[in-house]
């Protein structure tokens, strides 16, 4: 099955630095990779997704990357901001329409934002 | 926030005994994945209900068990509990014709003892 590594578990840098997070995953029928925010004791937030027909997505200060040959993916994060400090998950998913496989997740990088 | 909802929120239950679960998934998304979420870790797939039936499943044992029912809400089973089914139980919810995008409830948070 699918598996998906994710780097750094922790990455603190000062407010309105960039943060970058990257993942690689194994399967290479994969073809939807979203990115989930979890602040503590809350639901996961889905804040940006990308499929494996395009290299790159933004979203304001969001942006995620593909590199299909190389099994990669990476979120960057612009002009970070205190209230982007949470944990940040990737997933992968081979499954069209409603995700049929499920995502399989990385297994999060905590996130914090220095004054 | 979603429109997706989960009940209870937090449940404390003995090794051995049974719980259930459930979730209500967002108006138009006819698509439920449940997801266990230990301390710590990403969440893990556990299973898909699409049309009453599950359609996808992860590595878990035949003790979790699912349902869904005609309004696409579904319930998440789990028999003989152990101390390790100890998480965060998240469901998420989906269409099938109109996107692969999850969105999540806010959990129910499970306690073994």
């Known amino acids: 099955g699918e598996n998906v590594e994710q780097h750094p578990s922790t990455l603190s840098v000062q407010e309105g630095d960039s943060a970058v997070i990257k993942c690689t995953y194994s399967d290479s029928a994969s073809n939807y990779f979203p990115w989930y925010k979890q602040e503590l004791g809350k639901r996961p937030q889905l804040i940006i997704d990308i499929r494996s027909n395009v290299g790159e997505k933004k979203d304001q200060r969001i942006a995620v990357t593909l590199n299909k040959t190389a099994k990669h993916f990476s979120l960057h994060i612009t002009e970070t901001q205190p209230e982007d400090s949470a944990v940040y998950f990737c997933?992968?998913?081979?499954?069209?329409?409603?995700?049929?496989?499920?995502?399989?997740f990385g297994k999060g990088t905590h996130l914090i934002i220095q004054p | 926030e979603t429109g997706v909802t989960q009940s209870p929120t937090h449940l404390i239950k003995t090794r051995g005994q049974q719980v259930t679960l459930r979730c209500s998934s967002q108006s138009g998304h006819n698509t439920v994945s449940w997801y266990q979420q230990a301390l710590g870790q990403g969440p893990q797939f556990i299973f898909q209900y699409y049309r009453e039936e599950e359609n996808g499943r992860g590595n878990f044992p035949p003790r979790f068990s699912g349902l869904q029912f005609p309004n696409y809400s579904s319930e998440l089973n789990v028999n003989a509990l152990e101390l390790d089914d100890s998480a965060l139980y998240l469901c998420?919810?989906?269409?099938?014709?109109?996107?692969?995008?999850?969105?999540f409830g806010p959990g129910t948070r499970l306690t073994v003892t």
């Open positions: 997933a992968a998913s081979t499954g069209t329409g409603g995700g049929a496989d499920g995502l399989t």
């Open positions: 998420a919810s989906s269409s099938q014709t109109s996107g692969v995008e999850q969105y």
